[in-house]
């Protein structure tokens, strides 16, 4: 079964700065990589999705990356914002949706 | 926006009482999902659709009925509500007609099982 882990499960960074949020998945036969925002008592917002034969996805300040070799993805956040506080989530796609349990992160003003 | 509705969006009952949540969606996608998301667990899969009346189990299945009788709906139910099946519910459909595709999600069910 594909196992998807997001390490750390938390993270706070001052604002402005660049970060990298990482997900790793067990079974590189995988569709998409896809990236999520969950606000607190929302639904999970897609921000990116990469297809596996994609290397990497950018939409604003996001880029996502895929390395399906080496079971992993990275979302990298330029000029990071109070507003982009919240729970990242990763999702592996292969017969089904699988889901790591998130990176919360917190931006201080 | 991917045009999904929940509701009820919260909802509190007791043990043993019925519960039913619905899931619509506008834009006629084949598959639709349920989840369920507890602290320490993530998001589980309950059950899905990929057609009208075409149904499959998820790795959590047990204690929830689903129905669909209408490419818009997905119905899931909890025959007999338990405490453990306090949680939050999110609908989700793949927006691809396609094994491959992009999945999006409602705003969510929070049930309450006293």
């Known amino acids: 079964k594909q196992e998807v882990t997001q390490i750390p499960a938390a993270l706070s960074v001052p604002e402005g700065e660049n970060l990298v949020l990482n997900c790793s998945f067990t079974?590189?036969?995988?569709?998409?990589l896809q990236w999520f925002r969950q606000d607190p008592g929302k639904g999970l917002t897609s921000l990116l999705l990469?297809?596996?034969?994609?290397r990497e996805q950018t939409s604003g300040r996001l880029n996502a990356s895929l390395d399906k070799s080496s079971g992993r993805s990275t979302l990298y956040i330029a000029a990071s914002q109070p507003g982009d506080s919240a729970t990242y989530l990763c999702?592996?796609?292969?017969?089904?949706?699988?889901f790591g349990t998130g990176t919360s992160l917190t931006v201080i003003p | 926006d991917a045009g999904i509705t929940q509701s009820p969006r919260h909802k509190v009952t007791e043990t043993g009482t019925p519960v039913t949540l619905r899931c619509h969606q506008t834009?006629?996608?084949?598959?639709m999902y349920w989840y369920r998301q507890d602290p320490g667990h993530g998001l589980r899969l309950i059950h899905y659709?990929?057609?009208?009346?075409?149904?499959d189990k998820g790795e959590v299945s047990d204690g929830y009925s689903v129905s669909r009788s209408k490419t818009e709906d997905f119905l899931l139910t909890l025959e007999s509500a338990t405490s453990s099946q306090t949680s939050v519910y999110f609908c989700?459909?793949?927006?691809?007609?396609?094994?491959?595709?992009?999945?999006?999600f409602g705003e969510g069910s929070r049930l309450t099982v006293l």
């Open positions: 999702a592996a796609t292969g017969n089904q949706f699988y």
């Open positions: 079974d590189s036969a995988i569709y998409n």
């Open positions: 990469i297809q596996s034969s994609q």
């Open positions: 834009e006629n996608h084949r598959y």
């Open positions: 659709s990929y057609g009208v009346k075409d149904t």
């Open positions: 989700a459909i793949k927006r691809d007609s396609r094994d491959t595709g992009e999945l999006f």
